[in-house]
């Protein structure tokens, strides 16, 4: 079988864009050959310098009418912020209004966007617990709603009363989690359609791919959806890449968990001691566009049905089309 164009999209970056930016680039990087967007549900960016947090199911609607490609949360967080029934609401009427161009990636949640509420942050075990909860909710609500009756649900973290969503798509959204761990990723397998990796070492991924399809196997469903949101650095010079990577996107280089950082001023300072060579292995920083076809490559031989690129720099037009030029073309399934 001949090799196909892969599936490579945009992530747009809510909290270092103000949202018409993300809509002008996000257009642009379709017109370049871009395949979908993702972006992700922030209540505050990771350092103050970014300056934007706009709300994402507000700005994924608007991208719904400059856009034509796919529409996906990576992720939005239901439990905190949001009760699970606000989330499937939002996702429905995103899929209504954009048929058959909206999946629902869902994560755990990051103290910085979730603690807002004054709400208790537990530990990862209790959150991802929540996580999974929050998803049975809101797949009895899909499901309900589809038939034309009502839902309920009690359980130790959400209570839902009998009701339905009275606006949904034809079909229900596809439902896909964040994981980054093997436990996570088999749950993933028995409950939704497919897995969301935001970076990790190829080895591990492929751990992750394997317990996912174990816990699928276990109930019967299909090989799932595997999207990765993949950080880079792109600039003219590795030197201008770097301090790009530096000053916008320290987080490539942390070397300790960031979940239960709650302020953009506290990680400003725990960024200050990432240094560049804490981004080797874990984030590729670079002028050459043929390094970074090659990490993505890398990637899409691994399974990835679909990437999502984020350029960590604020040159966002002159990356997109160096990237549709020297990159995308290259790139096979």
Known sequence: MPPTAPHIGYAAALDQFAPAEVL?????????????????????????????????WTVLGALGQVTTGDLGTGM???????HPAMVAQASATLA???????????????????????TYWPETAERINRMFQAVEVIH?????????RDAKHAGKYFTLESTRLWTMPDSAPPILVATSGPVTAKRAGRTVDGIIVDGAPLDR???LFTRFDEGARETGRGPGTRVLRL????????????????????????????SD?????????????????????RMVVAADPDVHRAAIQQHLDLGFDRIYLHNVGRNQREWIDVFARDVLPKLVR
Not at 76 to 82: E, H, K, Q
Not at 140 to 148: M, P, Q, V, W
Not at 231 to 245: G, Q, V, Y
Not at 261 to 281: K, M, N, T, W, Y
């Open 76 to 82: 939005t967080v239901p439990g905190f912020r949001w």
């Open 140 to 148: 009895k609500l899909f499901t309900a709603s589809l038939a034309g």
């Open 261 to 281: 950082i709650r302020s953009p001023f506290e990680f400003e300072q725990l960024a200050r001691l990432v240094r560049p060579e804490d981004f080797a292995g």
């Open 24 to 56: 002008a680039f996000a257009e642009h990087a379709e017109h370049n050959g871009f395949r979908g967007v993702m972006a992700a549900d922030r209540f505050q960016p990771w350092v103050p310098s970014h300056g934007q947090a706009a709300f994402a």
């Open 205 to 207: 991924i492929a751990s």
């Open 96 to 118: 209504a209004l954009n048929p058959g161009r909206h999946w629902l990636g869902i994560g755990s949640g990051e103290a910085i966007d979730e603690h807002v509420t004054g």
């Open 231 to 258: 950080h880079l650095s792109w600039a003219p010079t590795d030197e201008e890449a770097m301090a790009n990577a530096m000053k916008e996107w320290p987080n490539g280089g942390l070397r300790f968990p960031r």
